[in-house]
Each structure stands twice: as C-alpha cells, then as structure tokens.
C-alpha cells in the first residue's frame, strides 16, 4: 500500500518520532495481512482462536480488569475556548491536552510495532464518506478497524493526494486508568486515545470520529451526524419506509434494527441498514437522507440471544472478534442471558476457571462481539448504496415505566426536536444500584456530542427550516408498566405493530388523537391482528396523564437550566406551549 498524501506522511513520521516504535507497518487490508496479524495474536495470546468447525474465522480477547467499557470522565473535548465544549462534556484546553498526553506517548512505543491504518467511514466515492486514518500499537484495534470500517488500501485510494482526513492516534501504554485519556480536538480533526485497549476507546473510527468529532463537522458543513439506528420496513404491497432512531442503552436499539417481524404480521420485511450510527443529508428531492457509515457491528453479547435478536446471533456465527465472553471447554462462547445452559465449566472473561456456582458472571456485563454487517441475514440490499436511504421517520425512544405512551407524534419538527432535546431513561437494576432514576439522554447523543449541546440544539432546529419534505417525529416507549411491574407490551417483534402505525401516519393513512404531549394512535388504529392483549393494557399503553408530565416539565427544566442563554428559544416557547396544554388536559 502506497499513501501519496504528504500532509499525511508528515504527520505519521511526526508521530512516530514521537512515540518511538521498532517499526512502522502500512495496512493494506487485505485478507493475507489478517492471516498474519491473527497467528501473531494466537502465538502472544492477545487472541485465542475457538472452535473452527463451530465458529469459523472467530477469536476471543480478553481486555485488562479496568479497562471494560466508555470510560466517559476521562474523555474529553479540547477547544481553544471551554464554552465551545459547553456544560455536558469534560474540557480540556488543547495546548495542555497535547502537552499532558504527549508527554505520555513520548516514547511509548519502544519495542512495540505501529500500524498505520488509513480508513473510511462510508462507502468509496460517497459524498458522504469521511476518511481517517489511525496509527495504533495493538493489533486487536487493527483487527476490529477491517471489520467496522473499510480499512487499507480502497481508503489509501481515497485518500489521494489533497483529501481532508482526521489524525487518530492511539497507544495502548500503561493499561493504567490513572494514565488514561480520549481527547478529542474538532477545530484540528484530531482523536488522541491513550492508555486503553477497549473498543469504545480505541476504535477511533466509531464514537470518536463518526459522532464526535462528525457532529462537529456536520454543524459546520451543514449535515447531521446522529447516535441512531437506520431500518427498513417493507410492507405487504412491496413499498419500503426507512426509519431512524435514537435510544439510550438498555432499550433494544440493536434488536430494533434486525427485528423478526411476527409471525401474525405476514409479508412484512424488516432490513438493517445500520444499528448505532446514521449520517443524515438533505437530498437534492428535499427529504433527508441517511448513511450507515460503519461496515460492522460492535454489540453488546449479554441478553443477546435466539429470542431477543436471532439475526444478531446468525451474523456472529463466523468472522466475529468476542472480547469478554466466557470460554467453554469446546473453544465456543457462552453469556448470561444467552438462553442456553451454561457450561458446567469454562474459563471466565478475567482469564479464570469459572463454574455456574461461581457466584460472579462468566461474561463481563459489557462483553461484545464485532462481525461484519454484511453477514446480517436482514441486511438491506441498499445499506451500501452512496447516497444513503431516504427517511420517512426518526423515532426517539426511552424506558418510561410509567409516563410515556407507547407511540405518539410529534406535531412537527421543532416540537420533535423538543420531544428529542428532552428524552430521558429510567435506570435498571443492571445499571445502577437506584431504580427508576430519569437520566436526561437527548437524541442519545449526550456523551457523543462533540461540542456546545445547546447549539446542538440550534443545529437541528436550523437543520429542520432548511429540509423541504422533512420526516415526521415520533417517540416510542416499549417499556410501560402496570401498577405490578408488569410489561403491558410484548416488546421485540412486536414493536413492529408501533412502526407499522408510524408508516401509516406518514402516509396519512392511520389514524390518531390530539393530547398534549403528541398525537396517539387511536386504539382502531393500530394493527393488533394475532396479538393477544386486553382493552385495559391497552388503554394504559395509551394513556396520558396530566400530573406526571407536569412533573416532568420541572425535570426537564433542570436540565435546560445548564444551558443559560443559549438554549434556543424555540425549545423554551415548546416547554411553555405543553404546560399550558397540560393545564388544559382532561384526561
């Protein structure tokens, strides 16, 4: 592989001056460069190669005790001035974040060898497509960059000799948390990650690129960049609406996007486009249209299984990376939550022998696997196409136990941008110690927005004035209890029901009830065909009240708060019109 760009070249010799490797390796990608790199990690133990009969082209990686996910406090944004960074994200003053985190790549390299990984995000010759390339001293980071991105020589080619690309550096150092940053400079389209070796915080293509730093550029060049999932839903006359939606973890966005239609609801088709990340342009017919810009997906494995998200478990049957499973005696993975028995032993996600009566979990809570989307039974035959797919849709969703209906509009886009600006999530057993406590989440991106949140905020209002046919909002809530705790919706393929009413509604062809929140489906409305559900969970599915969402104004206040003066006034007038709304509600 041959890169021609001498900007490029500068900056790689630049870094490696800097950090001091026995050697400097140009990845061209190719499938004879996995080979090699895998029986390097298998003879290191960095990988260990499973059962080729059951799980071909797959390994295992176990990652260091403290270094198991996001670690979001030492991520940071680093903009000449703090207030560019705004209240929601840490800051760091870029002359001291290069200073500091230089200091510690000074010479980190030695004995180690760096890969120079140039990168795309998005397909090759899209209007869309970004490129990147990263220098990394871990050969995992390689490994999973060729499954997410399109890595080697096709982004060398784009890259040319004049390309705009983002400077991604990353060193594993210490594996210290005390000796760990994410930093991420927009105003000089640079990523520095040190001092991990989890996927999150290295893969420097997904969060830090694609949304962090994408947001950044999309502000600027006038597109968006959006924590959301892109999913087709074909209907039984052959006509296919594509949906994009924005969810906090631990509310199915994944099983969202690879959704089993039921079997009561024959001749619909659901296709995945994407699971994670959606860049969105206004197309030359006026309506928005979305990319996919990863080629693979980074999931969580834990409460993964046949029942929750079949096509997830068939695409990571070959060619998947498992970081932080357990491995059974036979060289496969199992996970909590996998629905299928344990091994009466394995070797556990810390690298320990490990038994059912263990007392701890064989897969580490946020255990992942990487696999490559193409290999996604329900992938959309256009989930590579250039110029993306066109949006009718974009749901924001949450885990309301009692508040939110299970589907309502928006009444247009400044009130869903207001409906998307204040969504939140309650918390779950699995996540905090405290149950039921609303964490703020707006459009999913409150750790992914790479500056101001509040001219977030902004953007998407100017963005929505300047879509001529812009899609319709809607917020979904699958996670409705009854004063038992009981789930009054089925959830999973099911939800396709909800998504099926919001195709309808943009096609003026279902029908709905004002309220003061949005507009619900009427209970005629929805196709509950096969489905077996009482009028009376159903009323509660659909019921809105006014005295919790008067409470939920004062929670949403509190986070607006932040923002002072520059909260757009649009959203402060959304707040005001659904107060007085409520006040008016006689439900």
């Not at 985190?101 to 120079?116: L, Q």
């Not at 060193?171 to 991420?184: A, N, Q, S, T, V």
């Not at 197309?283 to 494995?301: I, K, M, T, Y």
């Not at 919706?489 to 004002?514: H, M, T, V």
Request: aromatic share 10%.
């Amino acid at each position: 592989m041959e890169i021609r760009h001498k900007e490029a070249l500068a900056w790689i010799e630049e870094m490696a001056s800097l950090c001091e490797p026995d050697e400097v390796v140009f990845c061209d990608g190719s499938l004879e460069e996995k080979r090699r790199l895998e029986e390097e990690c298998f003879k290191t133990g960095e990988l260990i190669e499973l059962n080729q009969e059951k799980l071909p082209g797959c390994a295992l990686h176990r990652t260091a005790r403290n270094d198991v996910a996001r670690t979001e406090h030492l991520t940071f944004i680093c903009t000449r001035n703090p207030h560019d960074a705004g209240p929601t994200n840490n800051w760091m003053d870029p002359q001291e974040a290069y200073s500091k985190v230089g200091g510690m790549f000074k010479g980190s390299m030695r004995g180690r060898t760096m890969y120079v990984v140039p990168f795309l995000m998005g397909t090759p010759g899209s209007p869309f497509t970004k490129i990147g390339i990263e220098l990394t001293d871990s050969k995992y980071v390689v490994l999973n960059m060729r499954i997410m991105t399109r890595m080697g020589d096709v982004a060398a080619r784009e890259l040319g000799t004049d390309r705009t690309f983002t400077k991604c550096l990353h060193g594993k150092g210490e594996l210290d948390i005390e000796r760990r940053f994410i930093l991420h400079f927009p105003e000089d389209n640079t990523i520095w990650s040190y001092g991990s070796g989890y996927g999150g915080n290295v893969l420097l293509g997904k969060k830090c690129l694609s949304l962090r730093i994408a947001s950044y550029l999309g502000l600027l060049e006038g597109w968006m960049a959006e924590h959301m999932l892109i999913v087709g839903v074909e209907t039984p006359d052959g006509e296919v609406h594509y949906i994009c939606g924005a969810f906090p973890s631990a509310c199915g966005k994944t099983n969202l996007a690879m959704l089993v239609p039921p079997k009561s609801m024959s001749g619909y088709k659901v296709w995945t486009v994407g699971d994670d990340i959606a860049w969105l342009r206004i197309g030359p017919d006026g309506r928005l249209w979305a990319v996919n810009p990863e080629s693979g997906f980074f999931g969580v494995a834990p409460y993964t299984s046949y029942k929750t998200n079949p096509n997830a478990m068939e695409t990571i049957k070959k060619n998947t990376i498992f970081t932080n499973v357990l491995l059974t005696p036979d060289k496969t993975v199992w996970w909590e939550g996998m629905d299928v028995d344990p091994p009466a032993e394995g070797i556990d996600w810390k690298g320990e022998p490990w038994t059912p009566q263990s007392g701890e979990p064989g897969a580490h809570p946020n255990a992942r696997f990487t696999a490559p989307a193409a290999q996604c039974p329900s992938i959309s035959p256009h989930w590579e196409d250039p110029q993306g797919v066109p949006i009718s849709a974009i749901l924001f969703g949450g885990r309301r136990a009692r508040l939110a209906p299970l589907v309502y509009e928006a009444f247009n886009w400044q009130h869903g941008t207001f409906v998307g600006a204040t969504m939140a999530s309650e918390t779950t057993a699995a996540q905090s110690g405290a149950v039921g406590v609303v964490r703020r989440d707006p459009m999913a991106m409150l750790p992914f927005c790479g500056y101001n949140m509040a001219r977030y905020f902004r953007h998407w209002l100017d963005m929505g004035s300047r879509i001529p046919n812009p899609p319709k909002i809607f917020h979904v809530n699958w996670f409705r209890k009854d004063p038992d705790g009981r789930f009054l919706w089925p959830g999973y393929g099911e939800n396709l029901r909800a998504l099926d009413w919001i195709i309808r509604r943009c096609k003026n062809e279902a029908d709905a009830q004002e309220t003061p929140i949005g507009l619900i489906p009427t209970k005629n409305s929805l196709n509950l065909e096969g489905l077996s559900i009482s009028d009376e969970d159903l009323d509660q599915l659909l019921e809105v009240k006014a005295d919790p969402w008067v409470e939920e104004l004062e929670s949403m206040q509190k986070f607006f708060d932040q923002f002072g003066y520059d909260l757009p006034e649009e959203l402060v007038e959304e707040q005001q019109a659904l107060k007085n709304r409520l006040g008016e509600w006689k439900a």
